[in-house]
């Protein structure tokens, strides 16, 4: 990785925090900004490059979220930022559906290239990840003819209605929000640190499945299987070997359009372009967005050809969808991903964090505070239970909540999540540098020792 960066890569917290001037940008959002969004810290932001944002006071923090998985390229790469300012020169909308250009048509080619398979593609670009999955289910259920989706314990999908209805948490996401759509069926997840019996294999977790699928639904009702291959929101639980792979064999034999919801776990993150590639599945169709354009908002269905083309023409689209200073934006970030390595570099960052914090949890002992350590590349999660309450794994959202405010205050930016709450992942830019990581890891560390 050789990356020049525009900002300093250090972090700096003042005494007053927040300064003066995030609490009056705090009062005047009070005023008018709705309540219902809510901000994980109190800071406004100023700048950001590299693994580092500043704030309006003079601070400096490190980010280990990448704004939820979006900057993997940092939130000013210099490629990104040239294609934009190329791009806004000459139009910034036209309207793909009205006069179409280059840059979606360029961007539907890498994603079909990307994507596991080497069947014929199809893509198709929105804007967000919900509108994706949300597309992605009309054409499950066009080429099918068929109406039930089902989605999993601790699923993550989004906020828009259908997509709401795909979520499992109910709180803050669905609370008050109903009715929600139909049709839409829970199946139970492979979640290896909270099985019942430790000991059942992927496989088994799948068939557990199945059966759900099979006795309640029935296969030949199913339209679509939707999965996060490695879960975002819902704890970054990742499921056991073999559950992936027999649940896109029984999606295969029964005619059901398989969905990898890669909005979180694609696009280098996890050490591989997208996360089923760990495991050799091949779905009929993924949604992208999130990592895809450093920052720019843009998302993408992409799959098997025969499915998106049984969409009647005008059936899918939107005013924004693919928008060309987006477009431009996914390019170079893609561009920067394959000539910085940025796979390989997520694994590096995977080996750095689980030898460190593998440590620390061995030092904390069996009765201590970290239950599990998992991930793949620099999706990496924290799992915090009760100390001491053994096999119970009682969640411990306080304890989790605690080390996030501790890292705030000494400059380092940590997201938690998890059906409990007691979750912190990992989600650094992929171009953060060796030490500014070593310094956020310290500062992770001295708050979990805080607490434990
Ligand atoms: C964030 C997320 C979504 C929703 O994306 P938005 O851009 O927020 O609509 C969907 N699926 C997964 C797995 C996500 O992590």
Redesign the pocket.
């Known amino acids: 990785m050789d990356i020049q960066y525009r900002l300093e890569q250090k972090r700096k917290v003042l005494a007053d925090f927040p300064g003066p001037r995030s609490l009056e940008l705090a009062a005047r959002r009070a005023q008018a900004v709705a309540a219902g969004v809510a901000s994980s810290v109190p800071v406004y932001v100023a700048d950001a490059d590299g693994g580092i944002i500043h704030d309006v006071d003079g601070n400096s923090f490190i980010d280990l979220g990448s704004g939820?998985a979006v900057t993997t390229v940092g939130a000013s790469d210099a490629a990104v930022v040239g294609a934009v300012k190329e791009q806004v020169e000459h139009f910034t909308h036209t309207c793909f559906m009205v006069s179409p250009y280059e840059g979606y048509v360029a961007v539907a080619e890498k994603l079909n290239q990307l994507t596991p398979g080497e069947h014929a593609k199809r893509t198709v670009l929105f804007n967000?990840?919900?509108?994706a999955?949300e597309n992605a289910i009309k054409i499950a259920r066009i080429a099918t003819g068929r109406t039930a989706v089902v989605a999993f314990d601790h699923a993550?999908?989004?906020?828009t209605n259908l997509?709401m209805g795909l979520t499992a948490k109910a709180m803050p996401y669905k609370h008050g929000f109903g009715p929600f759509a139909g049709e839409v069926y829970r199946a139970p997840m492979s979640y290896p640190f909270r099985e019942e019996n430790p000991q059942i294999t992927g496989k088994e977790a799948a068939e557990r499945a199945i059966l759900m699928m099979s006795k309640q639904i029935g296969a030949d009702q199913i339209a679509a299987i939707i999965i996060?291959p490695i879960q975002?929101?819902g704890g970054f639980i990742v499921p056991a070997d073999g559950f992936l792979p027999r649940l896109a064999e029984f999606a295969k034999e029964n005619g059901i359009v398989f969905i990898a919801?890669e909005?979180?776990s694609g696009f280098a993150r996890t050490g591989e372009w997208f996360a089923v590639q760990h495991e050799g599945v091949v779905p009929d169709l993924v949604t992208t967005?999130?990592g895809i354009a450093g920052g720019m908002p843009l998302?993408a269905v992409t799959g098997r050809a025969e499915l998106l083309d049984a969409v009647h023409g005008g059936g899918l689209g939107g005013t924004y969808g693919g928008n060309p200073v987006a477009c431009a934006a996914a390019l170079a970030a893609i561009d920067t991903m394959e000539t910085q390595d940025l796979r390989g570099r997520a694994r590096e960052i995977e080996a750095t964090v689980k030898e460190r914090l593998g440590k620390l949890q061995a030092e904390l002992g069996e009765a201590g505070i970290i239950g599990d350590i998992r991930g793949r590349g620099a999706m990496l999660a924290l799992e915090f239970v009760k100390a001491g309450s053994g096999d119970a794994k009682v969640p411990d959202a306080a304890a989790t909540k605690k080390i996030a405010e501790y890292c705030l205050k000494e400059g380092v930016i940590i997201l938690t999540c998890g059906t409990y709450g007691n979750v912190i992942r990992l989600l650094p830019p992929l171009v953060i540098s060796d030490e500014l990581l070593a310094d956020g890891l310290d500062v992770l560390e001295a708050a979990i020792r805080s607490v434990a």
């Open positions: 939820i967000s990840g919900a509108e999955v993550y999908h989004g906020r997509t996060e975002g929101e919801d909005v979180q967005a999130k998302s």
